[in-house]
Structures are given as C-alpha cells and as structure tokens.
C-alpha cells in the first residue's frame, strides 16, 4: 500500500514524455488502484543483446538527459532529507555497519577513518533534489526509437549522487537486477562502458571532486547490508 500510494503521488504529480501518463486512482472494495497508460515497448534488459553499439550508446545519452531532468523537477510534493538529515543518515549507516563488523570480530579502522577524518570533507557539498533511486535497466522501457521510465515507489528527495548507487551497482553487476528470464541473455562486457558513457552526458552530477568517493561509500553501504 505504501509503494502504491508513492506512485500515485508522483504519477499525480508529474507530467512528462518519458513515463506513462496519469489517468485515475482511487479505492475499490477495499483496494488502492492506479491507473495509468501502457507504454508499448520492452524492458532494456530484455533486448540489450539485441542491440547494436551504436544504438546502446544513444539508449545511454537519452537516460542521461531523462536524470538530468529528472533531477531538476521541484519535489515539494515528496519527504524526504536535506542535507544536514542526509548526511546523519549516512553516518548512522556506517556506525550500524561498524557496530556489525565489530561483532564479528572484523578490522574496521578504514571505517573509523572515514567517520573521524574525512566523512565531513567529503559530505560538505552535496546537492538535494527529486532522486529516481532505482537506476537499473527493468525499469526503462524501449519502444525502439523512445525510452520510458517507470516504476517510482523508491523515489525520494535526497543527495542527487545517490541516484548513481544503483545503476553502478548495476553496470559492475549486470544480472544483479534483472529478472529471472532475462538473466540468461545478459553479456557482462556489454554493460562495461555504460558508466562511462552516463558520465559523460551528465558531468554536473560528477561535478564536485569527491562524488566517487560518495557513489562508493552508497555502495559499500548498500552491498554490505545484503550482505
């Protein structure tokens, strides 16, 4: 239900050409029900064997635009963190994982290090806007000639690099995300300059010098806890 209702809130929200477009919600015996249009085309997971270089390189270009926009929207109508409460959430993460480590009778003094001398250098500038937060090739629909973004029940107002948590995972990774009947048509080197290729048509994201050093430690943190 609380899925649901995030999606409904942004679907509500949002008009733009890259998802489906909002026709109705509401309840039916008991149930919450979106309705929204049908974006006929195929998950990029499912067809990126298929393709050529030239057209995933394209496919790559217009999902950095699609961010970049993304990011730009006012997300006045989500919660979610500011930059003092984004970076308290970050520090509590690594201290849980430190504690965990501890427990376990593991070294962690690279984390003690990165608490007590470089975390607040490194979360000083951080920019806060309306995240995706679910980077990964089944949520991008192809019809083709146009991508299309769907499923927003994990977007939130946070640390805009932290969109980049997800899809590096995803790039490092390639089956991590995909579902079981796509996992067989899945060739790692084909997903190995994906990357550098979002980048490259989103250098404001990669702006500040330790942003790396920020997308590593959102993996670390997110790797580990699966873990």
Known sequence: KE???KEITIYKNLDLSYIPKYIASGNYNDYKYLIITKINGK???SI????SEKERTNI???IAKIIKSFHQINGDFLTGYNATSFRKHIKNELLKIIEKLQKLNL???CLQDILNKSFDKLFCDIKIGLVYN???FDNFIYDGEKVYL???DRTIITSLDYDMMIFKTMCENPSKFANEEDEDNIIDSEYKNIYQIFRANYKELFANKFTDDRIFIYQFIYLI???
């Open 107 to 109: 070294n962690v003094k």
């Open 225 to 227: 806890n699966q873990a």
């Open 3 to 5: 899925k649901l209702e």
């Open 150 to 152: 769907i499923d927003f």
């Open 60 to 62: 790559i270009i217009e």
């Open 134 to 136: 679910d980077l990964h």
């Open 43 to 45: 998950s990029l997971y």
């Open 48 to 51: 990126w064997h298929t393709l």
